[in-house]
């Protein structure tokens, strides 16, 4: 195979490899002694004179229409400085704003807000107050008197289609391929993947799985609330502080939903404490605002309690997966379908749209089917999550796939090295790859010393996935400054999640041939560079990335020209090389060049990109679980993850993100779910009973670092953030079916549900259950 | 949150003064670990408490060959860090060293585990096994309670209004005793019970007979759920799996759970019976001497 592999941790060698000098080390962060001495500032971090203190006042109710809201005992509490409701709103358009990792209809994000007419789901946001400290916020906002009509639950999407469902959203008419329908619904949308004959693909097969799934809510678990300080200023001047994904999303948002010109609002992010998507949608933001203006223009700060943040922020759909797969005698994949009914929550917009393309892309299928349904339900909108839609779909394929393998007698890696997707195959909305390493990444994992190994051992099993994420390009904007002392301020706008300030300087250090550590990055606000997208898509490193080259490509051939000029030859006679220039005799240290250039004359460049080539990431996973057959607890054994990576340009932070990912997966896959009761309320709203892995529950995660470079980007760059996410519960399902012999149907494959599952097999006859190894 | 009023006495009298003085809207602190929670999170609005910190009492631990006495607010980590105590009473630590992490355990106390009285606590079927007597004092004088009548449901206990717990007497281990506290939780910590046992026994000077036996279990009533008849079936029986088993049934049957987001009510019947039995066999390696402290380890979530 053409890709070279890595195994993760530590075994590079100090040096990158491939003739580069920085790329491929593992240098030390920008931001790691501020961040391990406590100095970091993250958002709630922010103090400032005369600041105040926010409390939103949030629905009681899963579905309610609100009759009035009185709010003059809040506002008669001594230390109360402003009460604001929907009524401070502008009245909101039917506009689409693009936030790269989805569009959003602004009416509906103004109102998720602060609810309008109706409470959507419990924790929706009513009312908010601005007070001299955060008790009397608090205080006050028990003070308001919201009249409730409290309105039937709509939870799932069976609720949600059902003749008689109640309705969320009153001018909601279901978008069906473009056709707008002329009944209230529930379904805020449908679509159609079709390629080929799915009907004969289906009539050839030699053997036909089809199955239905369903998994259920969970929330990103970013460990830092969403908090953000606003002032508003007399002259009319707004800044914004705040920990986000994106600035200037959170720039165009807040603009939209308050209409004010982006001229007048500043956005500076804060250092984030975790987004994986659920810090691009604003919650707070124009909260804060309102309530600055409001109190007499004094700043004030609205932070988030955990509760607020699982039950109002966040979080991504619960789905009902239906697929249906086809193979030849072979195993030759002869036809997919695949129905996917995902929860939006209280607003459309569920990323139904970027499963169906997950769903079969792994695999290369000349007969295919792919349906996409978008529900409302009384449940927090959904915000973007890591490979966002992946994970529900894949769990379903995976374990139809690794039925199928298994009814042919054939290994689940052999099985997918046949069918695996390659260049020119198309994914299902029919997008044609260009070079790509699906099958790079099953023939390292079936390669792999972890699954050539034997397992040992009764209620032991081994299960493996595969699973595909789009990245993303979008656009970035960056500058730098070359120091007279031969250093650089690289100024960038992408949040740094993920180590990004050192991956994008390495890439400036390298085109540049200077040292990592002669490169100072940072990230600025909103009033600094030009537009940049959010840090999401798995873009960061890819395209800020592909900026920083372009700058480092400017900055040394305008030094060749300077230089050139000095030294009085051609310009295009100036070399340089291992970090010299040198034309007619003449050579001088980068260092020193650094100085002379500028003796003029500051030197600075700046670089806009949006890239549209982009190259997508496959990722295949293998592990090994224990089920305690007493408790139905899965214990995680053994893990390990390969993933084409492009070029790794930091390997670290490259398999944290991988690491990171299997390990949300993993909470997805066994424990993570919002739980309701009858009424629709959220009754698990805390990280007790919201149950994200610790580390006691998780092995050291091995990664396999597969590099199939992507042709588009000068250093072979592809996005790394997501897809690591997107196989893990059907790695797990699979791996729990081997090692009791039940399929799960359904997410969390929790203690209680697995104990119940393997009752249920036990209550069957013995002659439909299958082997027990 | 608002402000309170804090008072910190420093004899039982003093305290039994302060919470009289506060009336209904006082309350007794100690490690505060569930207090000062229900506090900020508005389940709880008071005008006073009452820290027993400063109350020797309170915090004493006195052990000698009649038994132990350990003062009500105690921390967890003054129980394990103490040597003698993990002699007499190593199950005892299957409790102290799992609630919480070290820093909660240098806070929380087994008679604020008490006292919080949760049907989930995981202190209390563990001093149920160990057939501790709760000392409270009170406006009205001091009393003693059998720890298995302490709690009265949800959140509720015998204390009347003023009195608090003072200390808790174990008896001197009989010779040939052994005890265990087993959990089950979905993760390997942050949890809270989804179902608990305690069990101890007193086996024959062979070892090969259950002399008496006691089994207690969390999180299946609304209160800490004492199964005298589990332990009633043990007495005079071999050591075996079957006796385990049957002990195990009974347990199940006492069992009376709700479903919540925490478990369902057949999952909380089984694992009444799964850990019964398996404490019971841990409770039975101690008395004989044998360790088990792998399968503790994983099964409390310290693997």
Redesign the interface.
Same mark, same amino acid.
Request: hydrophobic share 40%.
């Given at each position: 195979m053409a890709g070279t592999k890595q195994n993760g941790t530590g075994k590079l060698a100090a040096n990158g490899q491939n003739g580069y000098k920085v790329i491929g080390t593992r240098p030390v962060r920008p931001d790691g002694v501020d961040k391990v001495t406590g100095r970091a500032v993250y958002a709630a971090d922010v103090q400032m004179t005369g600041l105040l203190h926010g409390f939103v006042l949030r629905s009681p109710h899963a579905h309610a229409n609100i009759r009035s809201i009185d709010t003059s005992k809040a506002e008669a509490l001594p230390g109360v400085r402003a009460v604001v409701t929907a009524a401070d709103l502008p009245v909101a358009e039917d506009k689409i704003e693009d936030l790269g990792e989805g569009a959003i209809n602004l009416k509906y994000l103004s109102d998720n807000i602060l609810a309008h007419e109706k409470a959507l789901y419990h924790g929706h946001a009513v009312a908010a107050v601005a007070a001299v400290n955060p008790?009397i916020a608090q @205080?006050a906002a028990e003070l308001i008197e919201v009249d409730y009509e409290p309105l039937p639950p709509v939870m799932t999407v069976d609720d949600a289609l059902a003749d008689d469902a109640p309705i969320l959203l009153d001018t909601l008419r279901t978008d069906s391929m473009g056709e707008i329908g002329t009944e209230k619904s529930n379904l805020a949308s449908f679509f159609r993947h079709q390629r080929g004959d799915l009907d004969a693909g289906f009539a050839d097969a030699h053997l036909v799985v089809d199955r239905t799934y369903r998994t259920e809510t969970v929330h990103q678990g970013y460990i830092e609330p969403h908090a953000a300080t606003a002032l508003y200023s007399a002259d009319g001047q707004i800044i914004i502080w705040t920990s986000t994904q994106g600035s200037f999303a959170v720039r165009g948002q807040v603009c939209e939903i308050l209409q004010i010109p982006v001229s007048r609002l500043k956005v500076v992010p804060t250092e984030i404490g975790g987004g994986f998507g659920g810090k691009i949608n604003v919650y707070v933001e124009p909260v804060a605002v309102l309530l600055s203006r409001k109190a007499g223009h004094e700043p004030v700060k609205v932070v988030m309690s955990r509760a607020d943040v699982l039950a109002a922020t966040g979080p991504t759909s619960g789905s009902n997966v239906r697929v249906k797969i086809g193979v030849d005698a072979n195993g030759k994949i002869s036809a997919a379908l695949a129905e996917l009914y995902y929860e939006a929550g209280a607003y459309p917009g569920s990323p139904v749209g970027a499963a169906a393309n997950v769903s079969l892309a792994p695999y290369a299928i000349d007969n295919l089917q792919v349906d996409g349904y978008d529900i409302v339900v009384n449940r927090p909108r959904s915000a973007a999550y890591r490979a966002p839609g992946g994970t529900n779909v894949a769990f379903a394929v995976e374990s139809v796939v690794d039925e199928l393998a298994e009814k042919l007698g054939m290994d689940p890696a052999e099985f997918r090295v046949l069918n695996g997707a390659k260049e020119n195959d198309r994914r299902p909305d029919g997008l044609q790859y260009a070079r790509i390493g699906q099958i790079e990444t099953v023939e390292a994992i079936r390669d792999s010393e972890h699954y050539q190994s034997s397992l040992e051992g009764k209620y032991r099993g081994r299960g493996i996935a595969s699973g595909y994420w789009n990245n993303w390009g979008g656009q970035s904007s960056a500058t730098a400054v070359l120091n007279p002392d031969g250093t650089v301020n690289l100024n960038e706008a992408s949040t740094d999640i993920g180590g990004t300030r050192a991956s994008i300087a390495m890439q400036l250090a390298e085109a540049m041939d200077i040292e990592y550590e002669q490169v100072k990055a940072r990230v600025v606000d909103t009033d600094t560079v030009s537009y940049n997208d959010v840090t999401g898509g798995s873009r960061t490193t890819f395209a800020t990335g592909l900026a920083a080259y372009n700058l480092g490509q400017q900055l040394v051939k305008e030094m060749k020209d300077r230089l050139a000029d000095q030294w009085d030859v051609g310009a295009g006679d100036v070399s340089y090389e291992d970090g010299v220039f040198s034309a007619g005799g003449e050579s001088l240290p980068f260092v020193e060049a650094a100085g002379l250039v500028q003796r003029e004359e500051p030197l600075m460049a700046s670089s806009t990109v949006h890239p549209q080539d982009f190259g997508p990431g496959f990722s295949t996973q293998c592990v090994d679980v224990e089920v305690d057959p @007493? *408790?139905?607890?899965i214990t995680i054994l053994r893990y390990t993850i390969a993933q084409d990576v492009g070029k790794a340009i930091h390997p670290s932070y490259v398999e944290g993100q991988m690491q990171g990912g299997v390990a949300q997966g993993i909470g997805w896959a066994?424990?993570e779910e919002y739980?309701y009761d009858d009424e629709g309320h959220l009754?698990?709203a805390s /990280? /007790? =009973?919201y149950?994200m892995? *610790?580390? /006691? =529950?998780l092995p050291m995660i091995e990664t396999i670092l597969v590099e199939v470079p992507h042709p588009a980007h000068p250093y072979g760059v592809r996005g790394v953030g997501e897809v690591n996410i997107v196989p893990p519960a059907g790695a797990i399902a699979n791996a729990v079916y081997n090692a009791t012999g039940v399929r799960m149907d359904k997410l969390p494959i929790?203690?209680?549900n697995l /104990? @119940?599952a393997m009752?249920a097999r036990e209550a069957e006859p013995a002659e439909l259950v299958p082997g027990d190894d | 949150m608002q402000a309170l009023e804090f008072v910190a006495p420093t004899t039982v009298d003093e305290a039994i003064s302060a919470l009289a003085a506060g009336g209904g809207r006082a309350r007794p602190l100690s490690g505060g670990t569930d207090l000062i929670a229900q506090l900020q999170e508005g389940r709880l609005a008071l005008d006073t408490v009452v820290d027993l910190k400063r109350i020797p009492d309170l915090m004493a631990i006195s052990i000698s060959g009649d038994g132990l006495t350990l003062g009500a607010s105690a921390s967890c980590h003054s129980i394990n860090a103490n040597q003698a105590i993990r002699d007499a009473y190593p199950a005892l630590i299957d409790s102290t060293h799992l609630i919480g992490g070290t820093q909660i355990q240098g806070r929380a106390s087994l008679g604020g585990n008490l006292c919080n009285s949760s049907p989930a606590a995981d202190s209390i079927p563990n001093l149920i096994a160990h057939s501790v007597t709760c000392n409270i004092a009170g406006p009205n004088g001091s009393r003693s309670v059998a720890v298995e009548d302490f709690c009265t449901g949800p959140g509720r206990n015998v204390l009347e209004s003023g009195e608090f717990l003072v200390s808790l007497d174990f008896p001197a281990p009989p010779p040939n005793f052994g005890a265990a506290y087993l959990r089950f939780i979905p993760r390997n910590e942050m949890d809270i019970a989804v179902v608990g046992a305690g069990a101890s026994v007193v086996l024959s000077d062979d070892k090969s007979t259950i002399q008496s036996a006691r089994v207690a279990l969390g999180a299946v009533a609304p209160t800490p759920l004492y199964v005298e008849e589990a332990g009633a079936a043990l007495a005079g029986q071999p050591v075996s799996e079957e006796s385990l088993a049957r002990a195990a049934e009974l347990a199940r049957a006492a069992a009376r759970p709700i479903s919540d987001m925490r478990g369902t009510i057949p999952q909380r019947k089984h694992l009444s019976a799964v850990l019964t039995q398996r404490a019971l066999r841990i409770a039975i390696d101690r008395a004989r001497g044998t360790k088990t402290v792998d399968e503790l380890g994983r099964l409390n979530g310290h693997g």
């Open positions: 008790h @205080e @007493e *408790t139905g607890k066994i424990n739980i009754l698990n /990280l /007790l =009973d149950r892995p *610790t580390a /006691l =529950d929790s203690p209680a /104990l @119940e009752w | -």
